[in-house]
C-alpha cells in the first residue's frame, strides 16, 4: 500500500499557476476527496489553503496542505508546502517555476519529498491549459524522479470548474502514467472550495 500511496501523493504534489494583480489578491481554503484508480479502497482526504500576492512584475503563490491518506485499516498523513513564481508574457500566457516539500508520515521516522519545477498557463476562454515538469527527490536529494504533467480546467460557471489531466512519468517513476478527473466548486461569497478527483 505505501507504494500506491507514494504515487498518489506524487500525483497530487504542488500544481497551478500563481495569479497576480496587485498585491495581496486572493486566497481559498478547499476541502478535497481523492480516489485512486490504481489502489481500490485508498482514499486521500485533504484540507488546505493558498494565498496569491503580486510583488513587483512577478505573480507569487504561497500553499499548503495536510492529508490523510486511508484504506480504513491503515492511514498515513501527508503536510506539503510550496511556492511557486511566474510572469506573465504580453499574450497572457504565464510562464514560471515552482518548489515545495511533502513531509510523509508512513510507518516509520517522517520522509521528507522535495520537489522542484517549471510550468506554464494559458487561458483559451473558459478554459485553462497547464503544462508542467517536475523534478522529485528523496530525503538525501539524490536521484529524482521526473514527470510531465498537462492539465486542462473548464469553468462552467463562477462556482464551477471541471478538470481532466495526466501525469507522465518521463523515468519510469514509481507508477504507471495517472489520469485525473476531478470538479471544484466554490461556496458562494466565500473563499472556501470543495472538490473531488479520481485517480
Do not use: C
Request: aromatic fraction near 12%.
Amino acid at each position: 500500500m505505501k507504494n500506491k500511496i507514494l504515487a498518489i501523493v506524487l500525483a497530487s504534489s504542488i500544481a497551478g499557476t500563481a495569479t497576480a494583480q496587485m498585491a495581496f489578491q486572493s486566497g481559498v481554503i478547499d476541502f478535497s476527496y481523492a480516489d485512486d484508480q490504481f489502489a481500490p479502497g485508498v482514499v486521500n482526504l485533504g484540507f488546505g489553503g493558498r494565498a496569491d500576492y503580486d510583488i513587483g512584475a512577478f505573480g507569487v503563490q504561497l500553499d499548503g496542505s495536510a492529508n490523510v491518506l486511508t484504506d480504513f485499516t491503515n492511514s498515513f498523513s501527508v503536510y506539503s508546502v510550496g511556492i511557486h513564481v511566474n510572469k506573465t508574457l504580453n499574450n497572457g500566457a504565464k510562464l514560471g517555476g515552482f518548489a515545495g516539500v511533502d513531509m510523509l508520515s508512513f510507518i516509520g521516522p517522517t520522509q521528507n519529498l522535495y520537489n522542484i519545477g517549471a510550468e506554464a498557463m494559458m487561458s483559451f476562454g473558459p478554459a485553462d491549459v497547464e503544462v508542467a515538469i517536475v523534478g522529485l527527490f528523496q530525503d538525501n536529494l539524490g536521484d529524482a524522479n521526473w514527470r510531465a504533467e498537462i492539465g486542462v480546467y473548464y469553468e462552467i460557471s463562477r462556482a464551477f470548474e471541471v478538470s481532466l489531466g495526466v501525469d507522465y512519468w518521463l523515468d519510469g517513476g514509481p507508477s504507471p502514467a495517472l489520469f485525473t478527473i476531478g470538479a471544484d466548486y466554490q461556496l458562494p461569497n466565500m473563499p472556501i472550495s470543495i472538490g473531488a478527483k479520481y485517480y
